[in-house]
């Protein structure tokens, strides 16, 4: 509906955000205890999940009001999370994504990454569309678009060059992408970057 919520990490830093897209202003947050790291969101519904780095909990808020609901454990770290109609697919900077129940959130199945064979580790944030689960890698400016089915990588995407180098200063990696199904687009960005980008994938 044109509402950008927005999870960002670091110890102490971490918050849960409503972004107005024309404008890049914060229109509400709220603050993640420190020392959570909080880590990937997704929307269910009306309802916002949003996984931690190390504490193996995931919080839930509503997602007019942000008043925070049940949250469910974990084992392991959490790193990217999205939502693909039927079930959560999560990521923990391994080759592994894991598909979790939408009431439990337990595991009920894993697939690796490969591509050409090889396994593809360091999988970061995620974004589900259509059939395809899309992957940033970490410390990489790539994006790689994943048949959930098999874990193959179907395409890669080279998302480098749209900070220029006075803008990179003071950044960290990229580390954000949702889609926008009402013109086809994926807005794209990174950890502490000063600007968020709409692209479109040349397929």
Not at 180 to 199: A, E, M, Q, Y
Request: aromatic share 10%.
């Amino acid at each position: 509906g044109g509402r950008l919520f927005e999870s960002t990490g670091l110890e102490g830093r971490s918050s849960l955000r409503e972004v107005d897209l024309s404008t890049g202003k914060v229109l509400r947050r709220l603050d993640v205890p420190a020392p959570v790291f909080a880590e990937g969101l997704a929307l269910v519904g009306t309802r916002l999940f949003q996984i931690t780095w190390k504490d193996q909990t995931v919080y839930t808020y509503d997602r007019d009001t942000f008043k925070q609901g049940a949250t469910f454990p974990y084992t392991g770290e959490g790193w990217g999370l999205c939502h693909d109609g039927r079930e959560f697919v999560m990521s923990d900077g391994s080759a592994r994504l894991t598909f979790r129940g939408p009431e439990t959130f337990r595991p009920v199945r894993e697939v690796t990454v490969r591509e050409d064979g090889r396994p593809v580790d360091q999988l970061n944030e995620l974004e589900c569309v259509g059939a395809h689960v899309y992957a940033n890698i970490w410390q990489t400016d790539h994006i790689v678009r994943i048949d959930p089915k098999t874990g193959a990588v179907t395409a890669t995407i080279d998302a480098s060059g749209l900070l220029n180098p006075a803008e990179r200063i003071g950044t960290d990696v990229l580390n954000g992408i949702a889609y926008d199904p009402s013109n086809d687009t994926f807005l794209i960005t990174g950890k502490l970057w000063p600007k968020l980008f709409r692209v479109r994938f040349v397929r």
